[in-house]
């Protein structure tokens, strides 16, 4: 009689996930941390039925969630485009400097919105203005930056937030950019 195969060992969860993670890195995890979706809660349990076709990110090294507060989020929302602009553009070049360079399209498309939003301005009404009806100080607006500065919200998430403020054009050419770069991103 054959002898009976061994149990293997034990493996510990962070190890499953590790060997995971080698056989499965999957579409949401490209240009991880500035460019992913966000994490895969399956994943980290270690029961991600998706494997490599899943659009969530399997790398675990993710920090962690940080929201602004409450009243920076309605600030953020009620800005008008050029302020929206000018708080999250140094977020955007801080948070992508590792790959400026693949980004620049991006930038060239956001300076080209910013003065046309601009200009509009100049022309009529000033658009939104905050959630009291009044355009934000400037010191508002530099605490505004430092807050998203700390969020979680990584450059990929970003874009796509400034992209819903913009014209169509605009907006579907940041997108296209922004997959562009995710897709590059990619092993």
Not at 119 to 127: E, F, N
Not at 155 to 172: E, H, K, V
Request: glycine fraction near 6%; include cysteine; aromatic fraction near 6%.
């Amino acid at each position: 009689m054959p002898p009976e195969p061994e149990e293997p060992p034990p493996v510990s969860n962070a190890a499953t996930i590790a060997g995971m993670q080698e056989l499965w890195p999957s579409l949401g995890s490209a240009g991880h941390p500035e460019l992913c979706y966000r994490r895969c809660l399956h994943f980290a349990r270690g029961v991600c039925s998706h494997g490599s076709g899943c659009h969530f990110c399997h790398v675990t090294t993710h920090p962690p969630d940080r929201k602004m507060q409450r009243s920076d989020r309605e600030l953020l929302h009620g800005l008008s485009l050029p302020d929206l602009l000018r708080v999250t553009w140094r977020v955007l070049a801080w948070r992508i400097q590792a790959r400026r360079a693949q980004a620049e399209p991006i930038f060239e498309v956001l300076a080209l919105e910013l003065q046309d939003a601009q200009r509009a301005q100049s022309q009529g009404p000033m658009g939104p203005m905050g959630p009291a009806g009044r355009r934000p100080t400037d010191q508002e607006l530099q605490a505004l930056q430092w807050s998203l500065s700390r969020s979680s919200m990584n450059f990929a998430s970003l874009i796509t937030f400034i992209s819903s403020r913009c014209r169509p054009a605009s907006r579907d050419q940041l997108l296209a950019l922004l997959a562009q770069m995710t897709q590059e991103a990619r092993p």
